[in-house]
């Protein structure tokens, strides 16, 4: 092989590296634009819970997700337009959840479809929204408990570099 092949042999290797590490980022942009479109706990325990309320006092789901667009700001508001915009192309609640899953708990769709199925859609809501309270009290739990360990693991550090 003589020396231009080589060279060439390395240009095509770099122009792919160059072709992956695009690849990549783009899929790393839409993984971290996916993660903040998702509703944290306590947004989606609200958001089930009023949409739990609405459906139980007798409102249509439709207005229900109108009302829930208008009084909810950020990423509930979008979920409330997103969900809206799918009962309106004929999609059943269960399936519309199911669309919008990457802004929802894991929990949260099956649920649905489950009340959906059984004729308990209130309950299933409320159970939905008291997983969620639950996971954002153990998250903020974790977090707290972790504050001292970390801090004495990080003046210990310091000391052992100083020694």
């Keep these: ?48 819970r009023q949409l739990a309320l609405m ?14 667009e208008t009084t909810m700001e950020g990423r509930g508001a979008t979920l409330a337009l997103e969900l809206g915009n799918s009962l309106y192309q004929g999609h059943s609640l269960s399936r519309a959840f199911l669309n919008n899953q990457h802004r929802l708990s894991d929990v949260a769709p099956p649920l649905v479809e489950a009340g959906e199925s059984c004729g308990g859609l209130t309950r299933t809501l409320q159970i939905a929204a008291d997983w969620a309270e639950l996971t954002a009290d153990l998250r903020a739990k974790m977090k707290s408990a972790m ?12 000391l052992a570099g100083a020694m």
């Design 55 to 68: 459906i139980d006092a007798g409102i249509p789901f439709a207005d229900a997700l109108e009302v829930l």
């Design 1 to 48: 092989m003589s020396f231009k092949d080589k060279w060439l042999d390395a240009i095509d290797w770099l122009d792919d590296l160059k072709d992956d590490v695009k690849d990549r980022r783009k899929a790393t942009a839409a993984y971290l634009s996916r993660n903040r479109q998702r509703l944290d706990a306590r947004e989606e325990a609200n958001f089930l």
């Design 147 to 158: 504050i001292y360990p970390i801090f004495v693991l990080l003046v210990n550090l310091l």
